[in-house]
């Protein structure tokens, strides 16, 4: 599964929601495979799961790599700016979205609520991803994901337990929207399956009434 993490802008945590998803893939589904690559050219055969960071501008190339992900998780700030450029600009390029609103603002303006009335974007497509201290400063440190699977086994405190809830809640979308392909695959085989059969059927009824 090619899952591409993107921000519309610049310092809307991109990078950091991608490593501390794949720290609590990683400590909630020890027996799953996944890997990060800098882009879709990267070798990931290997992997169950295919995590690219996409960062945030909107080359050409990036706009192939978002159409061709069988997920896109785009990376918001609480801003109306941002999330109304996206809606009016880029809503359209991928095929399943997932939404990471940042909650790194003191004056919060955008909430789930506020996507679902006034864009109607649902519910259970926006996380909000609380801001961390301690998961910034490991971030700093290059330990972003040891810490994230060491606080999703055995949280700290209140505050580490409410932000790795988020990103379990990211992981168990990204769950779902792995058995839905998997299910639209199978419905797609069985359909094939019927039409090739159909003409087989038809084609020695033809050569029976000759």
Request: charged residues 30%.
């Given at each position: ?6 921000g519309?802008a ?33 070798a ?13 501008a ?13 997920l ?74 040891t810490?994230?699977?060491?606080e ?32 639209e ?15 087989r ?10």
């Amino acid at each position: 599964m090619n899952i591409v993490f993107w921000g519309e802008a610049r310092q809307c945590g991109t990078t950091a929601n991608l490593i501390a998803t794949v720290g609590v893939l990683s400590a909630i589904c020890p027996h799953r495979t996944s890997g990060i690559g800098r882009g879709a050219e990267t070798a990931m055969d290997k992997y169950e799961f295919h995590f690219y960071d996409g960062g945030s501008a909107l080359t050409e190339r990036k706009r192939r790599m978002l159409r061709r992900a069988d997920l896109v998780v785009v990376n918001l700030r609480e801003e109306t700016s941002c999330l109304e450029r996206y809606v009016c600009m880029d809503w359209h390029l991928a095929r399943r979205t997932l939404i990471l609103l940042g909650s790194y603002c003191g004056d919060v303006k955008v909430s789930k609520a506020y996507l679902e009335r006034v864009y109607r974007i649902p519910k259970e497509q926006v996380i909000v991803i609380p801001y961390n201290n301690e998961f910034h400063h490991a971030m700093l440190k290059n330990r972003g994901r040891t810490f994230v699977e060491h606080e999703a086994v055995a949280p700290a405190n209140q505050k580490n337990e409410r932000f790795v809830e988020a990103f379990k809640e990211t992981v168990h979308f990204i769950l779902r929207t792995e058995r839905q392909i998997a299910a639209e695959k199978e419905r797609k085989a069985y359909l094939v399956k019927e039409v090739q059969t159909t003409v087989r059927r038809q084609r020695r009824k033809e050569l029976w009434n000759r």
